[in-house]
Nanobody, 124 residues
Framework: QVTLVESGGGLVQAGDSLRLSCAVS????????MAWFRQSAGKEREFVSG????????DVAESVKGRFFVSRNNAKNEMYLEIDILKPEGTAVYYC?????????????????WGQGTQVTVSS
C-alpha cells in the first residue's frame, strides 16, 4: 500500500507565495509520475500540474502557467508545488496524486493514488 500526504496549506493573502509538499510513504515503487489537482467549492476537481518519474518532464495547466511550479525529490519521496502570486480564485483543496506510469496525466481516472488534500485559502 502507498500513502500520499499533503502539507503546507493554510490562510494566505493575495500576492503571497506558498509551497505545498506531498510525501509518499509505504510502497513508494507504486508511484512513478505525480500530479497536483485542486477543487474549489462548487466546482469539479481540476488538473494543476504534473511531473514525470525522473522529474525531467513537467506539465502545467494554462490557467496557472508562469505562477505554479512543480518539482520533486525522489531521494526524499516528496513532490512540491511552488505557487507564486496567489489569487483569491486559487482558494481550493489541493490534492496530490500518483500513477504507476512514468509520465503524468491530466485525467483523474489515470491517477490511481490520492492524498486527502490540503486547504489553501487566499484572502483578498
Amino acid at each position: 500500500q502507498v500513502t500520499l500526504v499533503e502539507s503546507g496549506g493554510g490562510l494566505v493573502q493575495a500576492g503571497d507565495s506558498l509551497r505545498l509538499s506531498c510525501a509518499v510513504s509505504g510502497r513508494t515503487d507504486y508511484v512513478a509520475a505525480m500530479a497536483w489537482f485542486r477543487q474549489s467549492a462548487g466546482k469539479e476537481r481540476e488538473f494543476v500540474s504534473g511531473i514525470s518519474q525522473n522529474g525531467g518532464y513537467t506539465d502545467v495547466a494554462e490557467s496557472v502557467k508562469g505562477r505554479f511550479f512543480v518539482s520533486r525529490n525522489n531521494a526524499k519521496n516528496e513532490m512540491y508545488l511552488e505557487i507564486d502570486i496567489l489569487k483569491p480564485e486559487g482558494t481550493a483543496v489541493y490534492y496530490c496524486a500518483g500513477r504507476g506510469r512514468n509520465y503524468p496525466s491530466q485525467s483523474e481516472e489515470d491517477n490511481t493514488t490520492w492524498g486527502q488534500g490540503t486547504q489553501v485559502t487566499v484572502s483578498s
